[in-house]
């Protein structure tokens, strides 16, 4: 509890301090808000301040003011506390005009100034460690600490305790998220190690990737590295985003942290494009081979994969003896992919570019603006598949690239169309092409084809192809 500072006088306060400390000696606090906590003229004995590598010297500073003696228990080789840029601009100028010493620059954390300022003050290692299986925290031993920790936990054989998974080669990563690694989680990962979402960490080092990862499996906790330290899981599962990896990602404190927060077990997922080989997270993965432990090759793909520059040569001769539907390779790849999953539906068929105004028979469920967009000639939908017999769709579907795709105003026609095909409940399948696994969703949309041919006949709605 705060103390009143609306008392009538100082003596008050101070009472009130005095009679609290005495039924709880020990306040836990915030270093910004510890100074609040007693009386502006009382001093604590002894000042514990913990993760000091996370304190900026501002708050720490008001923290040191209310104590004769302080205890600072840090790990440098962890994050150090986040200033923004603009923080540190303003800060280094004022630092400046003030003629304050380097050695108080707002970019470095309590911790660092503290040990650049006492350096014969005595200092404890506590280099007991209990969290981490023996192989998970050895690479971090071995790696950050120079071998100095003592390991108490053991080893008993257990399985499955270091994983790495690459992805296949290809440029996945978007503005700091990567859906295809997200796809690897989900279909490899999750399911084939039974991992429990009470006991499960996803991390990454990027804010866009762990949006993306909380969005889609919500039931499991998705934090940034940064927000994960001082935390721990069962298992940790690492995303590095990258396509090639980047200094970043690669800090030795983030990617300690990273490691460290497993207690039994690490999995990696990251990139499976070559990259320099004097990286820390390459490291990681060798250690994971040196342990003997599994590296993977993901086995989870897309037919747009062959839209990346490294595979280049090979999509070229994909298409010499095919021929091109459209001016967008990702719709071609689409087009010789529908024509190899409907062999095994004799009764299917499918059209590209087929004009939504030709489509819908009866207007009366679309909006004013729904009509107008519906009846501009550029409005089509990239594939329709239907009854051969009946000549009746049955599902239709886009290909989204996804820069194009994020636009705004683009955003605002997809959803537009999707409300248009829900509403004359015909399905519509939409195929990013940054995403994975494009057959087995639209043999998956398929598979109630018959029932959609007897609801659209039924209601009469829409045109036969």
Do not use: W
């Not at 866009?208 to 919500?218: K, Y």
């Not at 090639?244 to 999995?267: C, E, G, M, Y």
């Not at 062999?343 to 028979?361: G, M, N, V």
Request: charged share 30%; glycine share 2%.
């Amino acid at each position: 509890r705060k103390v009143n500072n609306t008392d009538n006088s100082a003596k008050n306060r101070l009472n009130f301090s005095k009679k609290i400390l005495k039924d709880y000696p020990i306040i836990l606090s915030t270093t910004f808000s510890a100074r609040n906590c007693v009386a502006d003229s009382m001093l604590y004995d002894y000042l514990i301040i913990d993760e000091a590598s996370q304190v900026d010297i501002a708050t720490g500073a008001l923290a040191l003011s209310c104590a004769k003696n302080v205890v600072i228990v840090g790990d440098l080789k962890q994050l150090p506390n986040i200033v923004t840029r603009e923080a540190k601009e303003k800060s280094e100028c004022l630092r400046k005009d003030l003629k304050i010493k380097p050695i108080y620059s707002f970019k470095k954390s309590l911790l660092e100034v503290m040990v650049e300022l006492f350096p014969e003050e005595p200092a404890t290692l506590l280099k007991e460690h209990y969290r981490c299986h023996p192989k998970i925290i050895q690479f971090c031993n071995q790696k950050f600490y120079n071998g100095k920790l003592c390991i108490m936990t053991k080893d008993h054989g257990e399985k499955d305790v270091l994983i790495a998974y690459k992805s296949v080669a290809g440029n996945h990563a978007r503005q700091h998220s990567n859906q295809r690694e997200i796809d690897i989680i989900k279909k490899e990962v999750i399911d084939y190690y039974l991992l429990d979402n009470n006991t499960t960490g996803i991390i990454a080092p990027y804010r866009n990737q762990i949006e993306l990862s909380q969005n889609q499996l919500e039931e499991y906790i998705s934090e940034t590295v940064h927000k994960f330290q001082g935390r721990e899981c069962e298992t940790i599962i690492l995303s590095t985003v990258d396509n090639q990896i980047t200094h970043f990602t690669d800090d030795p404190h983030l990617l300690n942290v990273a490691v460290s927060r497993a207690k039994n077990r690490l999995i990696l997922v990251t990139s499976g494009n070559k990259q320099k080989s004097n990286m820390n997270i390459t490291d990681l993965i060798d250690y994971i081979a040196y342990q003997n432990c599994d590296i993977k090759d993901s086995m989870v793909r897309s037919v747009f994969d062959y839209l990346y520059k490294q595979y280049e040569e090979r999509r070229l001769n994909y298409f010499k003896n095919r021929s091109k539907h459209s001016k967008y390779d990702s719709e071609n790849l689409m087009f010789e992919l529908l024509k190899e999953i409907l062999t095994s539906y004799s009764e299917l068929d499918f059209i590209t570019q087929y004009r939504l105004k030709h489509l819908i028979k009866d207007f009366s469920l679309l909006s004013s603006d729904e009509a107008k967009f519906v009846n501009q000639s550029r409005t089509s939908v990239d594939f329709l598949i239907f009854n051969k017999v009946t000549k009746v769709p049955v599902l239709a579907i886009e290909v989204d690239g996804v820069k194009y795709h994020n636009n705004p105003d683009q955003m605002k026609r997809d959803s537009m169309k999707n409300n248009i095909f829900k509403n004359y409940q015909l399905p519509l399948l939409r195929l990013a092409t940054n995403g994975s696994g494009e057959e087995e969703k639209i043999r998956i949309a398929l598979a109630d084809y018959k029932s959609t041919d007897e609801i659209i006949q039924s209601k009469d709605m829409i045109n036969n192809i």
